[in-house]
C-alpha cells in the first residue's frame, strides 16, 4: 500500500500511509486509538475505499472496491467480533456465505456431508481441536470460536489474512493457542497483518512490526531487533516529524 489516504469529513483518517507485506511473515500494525489502523486494514480488505495512493498485489496495481474484490485476490479478514452466526454450528460458519451445494438436478439444496468433512478435515490441518462440530458456535470457547474465524480463511485459499486483535478479550491458555495457529499460518506461507494492543503479544509472535500515528506510518522494525521502548516511543511521538525513520526501511523477512 502507498501513499493511502483517507479523509472523513474533516478528519483526516489516513495521510500518505503505507504498508508492505511479505509471504510468510507476520507483521504487526500497532499504534494509538485513532492512529488509523483500522481505516487502514478496511482499505485493504474492500471495506472502506481509499481517496488516493495505491496498492500492488504481486507487484502489480489492484483496485480494491469492496470486500469482494480483496477475497478475489486472496484476501481474508477476522475482525474483533469475529462475524461468527452463534445460531449455526461449524461447518455452517466455515461454509458461511459460501455455502457448497449438491451437484445435479438437486444443486439448490446445501451439501451438509461434505462441508461437515471439509471443515473436519481443514481443522485437524489446523492442529483445531474442536470434538462435536454440530454444536452451535455459541457454545464455544473465546479461543475455538476464533479458530474457526481463522479456519474460514484458510478453506478458500487466502494468502494474505488480516486479524484484528485475534486475542482480545481471552485467556492466557486461548491465547496460546491463537497464537499456535498463526504460526501455522505463517508456516504455511501465508501472509499475516495483525493488530495488536498488547506489546507482549506482538513481540512474542511477530517478524515485523510497523508503527502507526495521526493516520502515518512512522516506522517499521524487525521485531528480534528492536525493543519495546523503541516500538513506545514510535507510538508516543511519531519518530522524526512522523516520517520514517533511519534504520525503518520495509524489508522482506530474513
Do not use: W
Amino acid at each position: 500500500m502507498r501513499e493511502v489516504s483517507k479523509r472523513y469529513g474533516g478528519v483526516q483518517a489516513l495521510d500518505r500511509a503505507g504498508l508492505v507485506l511479505y509471504p510468510g511473515e507476520v507483521q504487526a500494525l500497532v499504534g494509538d486509538n485513532a492512529a488509523g489502523k483500522s481505516t487502514l486494514i478496511k482499505i485493504l480488505s474492500g471495506a472502506v475505499s481509499m481517496d488516493g495512493g495505491a496498492i500492488l498485489f504481486d507487484g502489480r496495481p489492484v483496485e480494491i472496491r469492496e470486500p469482494r474484490d480483496a477475497k478475489t485476490l486472496g484476501i481474508e479478514t477476522v475482525y474483533q467480533d469475529l462475524a461468527l452466526a452463534d445460531n449455526l454450528d461449524v461447518p455452517a460458519n466455515v461454509f458461511l456465505g459460501r455455502e457448497l451445494r449438491r451437484p445435479g438436478p438437486v444443486r439448490f439444496l446445501l451439501d451438509l456431508r461434505r462441508m461437515e468433512v471439509e471443515s473436519r478435515t481443514l481443522l485437524a490441518r489446523l492442529k483445531i481441536r474442536i470434538p462435536d462440530l454440530r454444536q452451535r458456535v455459541r457454545a464455544l470457547s473465546g479461543g475455538q470460536r476464533q479458530s474457526v474465524a481463522i479456519a474460514r480463511c484458510m478453506y478458500f485459499n487466502a494468502r494474505v489474512v488480516i486479524l484484528d486483535e485475534p486475542t482480545a478479550a481471552l485467556g492466557v491458555a486461548e491465547t496460546a493457542k491463537v497464537h499456535e495457529l498463526v504460526r501455522d499460518l505463517r508456516a504455511h506461507g501465508l501472509a499475516v497483518l495483525m493488530i495488536s494492543h498488547n506489546l507482549n503479544h506482538v513481540f512474542g509472535i511477530s517478524d515485523r512490526i510497523t508503527v502507526m500515528k495521526a493516520g502515518r506510518t512512522v516506522g517499521s522494525r524487525v521485531a528480534g531487533a528492536t525493543t519495546q521502548e523503541e516500538i513506545l516511543r514510535l507510538i508516543l511521538t511519531g519518530g522524526s516529524n512522523g516520517r520514517e525513520e533511519p534504520g525503518g526501511e520495509l524489508r522482506p523477512p530474513g
